[in-house]
């Protein structure tokens, strides 16, 4: 008996090694990964950088702003650094991997509504999906910024050990996609894009004005309208050389005349211009920028076209600050 319980672990044992290995392997191409590898490869100058979540990832087009600028007789490096579904701490680790291995002479941040004072996790069980990067990109930031209890940092450090852990969301995702393929049999197909089903979207816009101007006056009366996360990546940009710039990413036209137009947003926009100011950086309301729908793939990320208008827009808008004045030797 003694013999099967030995020969039961042992086997046991073997088969989580080896799905440990494989799902650590099948993550190797995981999209932080991707991105990581993509900043890495740049050139030793990063001209202009940008930093956010699915808003930049789906706004910013690299291609648009560097043809702008050649336009100008200026040639330049573009990298979007954008990452969908990420906090700030993601954000930080990204800005700092590209500080250290480049030149980043500008520094894009894009955000929307009261992203800027946006809180940081607050149990391991947060980091899934992209935030699983935080497992291997500089997870001291995470213990520093997450505010977790005894229990969330133990649990912290032990997922960081194993793959089936730390990666489990590459597994669930697979499974969720095959539930969500079944549940669309004899059903009309729903719409999606690059981030997933499009509907899944509007959910993540306030419910209603009035709740979006409340939030508006409660992060006005707290006084927190720029994170300590935001703080320590613009100080570090800053300290490197990088002139930055905070835009607000555009914003589907039903969401700018729903939520842009209150009384409320107009002073919480102006009280978060001076924190940006104070920081250090330059504020760019850039949300009216691309006026028509059919530029969106949703009610809050850019479709192709859009990101295109956008890019150029932010281009020129980074060339009538003077900060490429005169071509510079590569």
């Given at each position: 008996m003694k013999?099967?319980?030995?020969?039961?672990?042992?086997?046991?044992?073997?088969?989580v090694a080896a799905a440990n290995f494989a799902v650590g392997r099948a993550a190797s191409n995981s999209v932080p990964r991707q991105l990581m590898r993509k900043i890495n490869a740049a050139g030793p100058v990063i001209d202009v950088l940008g930093i956010g979540n699915s808003l930049m990832a789906a706004g910013f087009d690299p291609t648009a702003a560097q043809d702008t600028f050649q336009k100008a007789g200026r040639s330049v490096i573009a990298v979007n650094g954008g990452l969908g579904a990420t906090t700030e701490i993601e954000q930080l680790a990204l800005t700092r991997l590209a500080l250290r291995k480049h030149t980043v002479l500008d520094l894009v941040y894009g955000f929307c509504d009261l992203q800027l004072t946006t809180g940081v996790p607050l149990k391991n069980s947060e980091l899934i999906g992209n935030r699983a990067m935080l497992y291997y990109l500089e997870p001291?930031?995470?213990?520093?910024?997450?505010?977790?209890?005894?229990?969330?940092?133990?649990?912290?450090?032990?997922?960081?050990?194993?793959?089936?852990?730390r990666e489990r969301s590459n597994i669930w995702a697979k499974v969720e996609k095959m539930r969500r393929a079944m549940e669309e049999v004899g059903m009309p197909r729903q719409e999606t894009n690059q981030f997933g089903r499009r509907a899944d979207f509007n959910l993540l816009e306030s419910a209603d004005s009035n709740e979006f101007a409340r939030h508006c006056r409660e992060?006005?009366?707290?006084?927190?309208?720029?994170?300590?996360?935001?703080?320590?990546?613009?100080?570090e940009a800053e300290a490197s050389g990088s002139r930055i710039t905070v835009v607000e990413m555009p914003m589907h036209p039903l969401h700018v005349?729903?939520?842009?137009?209150?009384?409320?947003?107009?002073?919480?926009?102006?009280?978060?211009?001076?924190?940006?100011?104070?920081?250090?950086?330059?504020?760019?309301?850039?949300?009216?920028?691309?006026?028509?729908?059919?530029?969106?793939?949703?009610?809050l990320h850019l479709a192709r076209s859009g990101a295109a208008r956008f890019s150029r827009l932010l281009a020129e808008e980074l060339l009538r600050r003077g900060a490429y004045g005169a071509p510079r030797a590569r």
């Open positions: 013999r099967e319980v030995i020969i039961a672990i042992c086997c046991t044992a073997v088969m001291q930031l995470t213990l520093r910024y997450g505010r977790f209890d005894l229990l969330n940092r133990l649990e912290f450090q032990t997922y960081r050990c194993c793959a089936l852990l992060k006005m009366t707290s006084g927190d309208l720029l994170s300590p996360v935001l703080q320590e990546l613009f100080q005349s729903r939520f842009y137009g209150l009384a409320a947003w107009k002073e919480f926009r102006s009280q978060s211009r001076l924190a940006v100011e104070r920081a250090g950086a330059v504020y760019i309301d850039g949300s009216g920028w691309v006026p028509d729908e059919g530029d969106f793939q949703d009610h």
